[in-house]
């Protein structure tokens, strides 16, 4: 059984900065992918960014240069450094974790950009 516990949410003012962190626990195939997805309000679950256990990343054009996923493989871990941050970003955002087809969630953590 895979669980994935998500931490870091909250709120942030425009141009601020959050974190967001994502453990993974159970039996954890060492070749994966990590990361992170969102959905806001009346929209589909989205792409935000993805990271290899090999270190490649995969980022949305819409948070390329303010966003930058991270990863400790000891730890089983992947983090969201999210910079200038605009009211659009605010949604729930989910954890990630593909293991060879079989995709696995966290339960969400809302982000909320706001004035």
């Known amino acids: 059984q895979v669980q994935l516990v998500e931490s870091g949410g909250g709120y942030a003012q425009p141009g601020g900065s959050l974190r967001l962190s994502c453990a993974a626990s159970g039996s954890i195939f060492s070749i994966n992918t990590m990361g992170w997805y969102r959905q806001a309000p009346g929209k589909q679950r989205e792409l935000v960014a993805t990271i290899t256990s090999r270190g490649s990343t995969n980022y949305a054009d819409s948070v390329k240069g303010r966003f930058t996923v991270s990863r400790d493989n000891a730890k089983n871990t992947v983090y969201l450094q999210m910079n200038s941050l605009k009211p659009e970003d605010t949604a729930v955002y989910y954890c990630?974790?593909?293991?060879?087809?079989?995709?696995?969630w966290g339960q969400g953590t809302q982000v909320t950009v706001s004035s």
């Open positions: 990630y974790l593909g293991v060879l087809v079989t995709p696995y």
